[in-house]
């Protein structure tokens, strides 16, 4: 019986956590982007292959942001739902 109690204290860790690792990729993406620009600026060149790499990434973390955390997020709205 102590085990349900602890549950939503768990699932309030695990928010916690989704939250956290959603801001991390957000500020990679952001970074990533940063450095992109300033390499443009530098290399004075808009395509190489560096640019287009950190690009890439970018849109990558982005996109894993967008659609996979909110995958987690519904998963553990369910999860709360159901106790």
């Given amino acids: ?15 916690d956590v989704i939250d956290t690792v959603e801001g991390k990729l957000h500020n990679t993406a ?3 982007e940063l450095i992109s ?7 004075r060149e808009e395509d190489s292959y560096e640019t287009s790499s950190m690009r890439i990434l970018k849109e990558y973390l982005s996109e894993v942001n967008g659609t ?3 995958k987690i997020r519904t998963i553990l709205a369910e999860i709360k739902g159901q106790l």
Avoid: D, Q
Wanted: without cysteine.
């Fill in 1 to 15: 019986m102590e085990e349900m109690k602890n549950i939503p204290a768990e699932l309030r860790r695990l928010e």
């Fill in 30 to 32: 952001g970074l990533l």
């Fill in 68 to 70: 996979e955390i909110t």
């Fill in 37 to 43: 620009l300033g390499m443009e600026r530098l290399n």
